[in-house]
Every structure is written in structure tokens, then in C-alpha cells.
């Protein structure tokens, strides 16, 4: 019997695009490039390349910014949610879109003439957990959050 094709799906902070990629996704990456950091709005872009999978739009699609004349990157038009990075070779998904990332470890780091110089030194921090914010209880316990949960949803907002 064979086996089900792998799914994975995803999608923006607002919940108005969604996708869905079916088949084996083994690609991951990070690039340090500072096009993908202004894109990303952070130190790198972690990327899971598509090639050999089907990606479908499920709700909405992505707005698309033309960042280089070989280059288009997707967003969330309502939110800002950065999602794609779509080339010649094929079409990257932004790994923190996936409402599973755990599994999609990169295996490789490019552009890293642009990696910043404390960003290998990051793991080496203090570390301590959202609730362990003592200075910030009382904002934490006010916040109610609106983002779409990490799973498909018929409708969303809720009615």
C-alpha cells in the first residue's frame, strides 16, 4: 500500500492567505543577504524551497514585490506577513509561515557575505520564557491574540 504524500500547510499572521504543499520538502535554508534581510525584516530569511512538491494558494494569494529583475517576493497584503521568495528554479516558502516549521531544519546558510557579525553568538544569550517577564505580567496577561491558529480553518476571521 502506498504511502500518503506528505502535507504541510501554512500561512500569514491574519489568517488571509493560506497554503498547502504536498510532497517531500527537504530544501531548507537560510540566507544572510541583505536584499533577504530588508525582505525578512530581520537578520536572515529561514527559506523551504518547493521544488519537487505542489504549493497551492488555499485562501487568498500573495501580494508580490519585484525585489530584483530575477526575483519576486510574496507577502500578505493585509498584514505584511513575508511568505515567499519566487526565482527562476522554483518558489521558497518562508519557513516561520509553516504552521509546523519544527521539522524543516536548514541545512545550509547563503549570502553569507551579508551575515551580520553577532548573529552566530545569538544561542550563546540569556535565555528565559515569555511568562518568566516579570516586568511584563501585566501587559501579557491583557493580551488577547489575533492571529490565525496553526491549522486550517473554514472561515476565518470567526463570525
Not at 497584503?77 to 526565482?87: K, N, S, V
Request: glycine content about 10%; overall charge negative; proline content about 9%.
Amino acid at each position: 500500500m502506498p504511502m500518503p504524500p506528505d502535507i504541510h500547510t501554512g500561512g500569514c499572521q491574519c489568517g488571509a492567505v493560506r497554503f498547502r504543499i504536498t510532497g517531500e520538502l527537504r530544501d531548507a535554508s537560510i540566507c544572510h543577504c541583505r536584499m533577504c534581510q530588508k525582505a525578512f525584516g530581520a537578520y536572515y530569511a529561514p527559506l523551504v524551497s518547493t521544488r519537487g512538491a505542489l504549493l497551492e494558494w488555499t485562501r487568498g494569494e500573495p501580494k508580490r514585490f519585484r525585489s530584483s529583475n530575477v526575483v519576486r517576493r510574496g507577502f500578505c497584503g493585509d498584514c505584511g506577513t513575508p511568505l515567499t521568495y519566487e526565482a527562476p528554479d522554483g518558489v521558497a516558502v518562508a519557513a516561520g509561515a509553516f504552521d509546523d516549521p519544527s521539522g524543516l531544519a536548514p541545512w545550509v546558510q547563503y549570502g553569507v557575505e551579508g551575515k551580520l557579525p553577532y548573529v552566530d553568538t545569538l544561542p550563546a544569550l540569556p535565555q528565559r520564557r515569555t511568562e518568566q517577564d516579570e516586568a511584563a505580567a501585566a501587559f501579557l496577561a491583557d493580551v488577547v491574540s489575533c492571529q490565525h491558529p496553526d491549522h486550517d480553518t473554514a472561515v476565518w476571521p470567526p463570525r
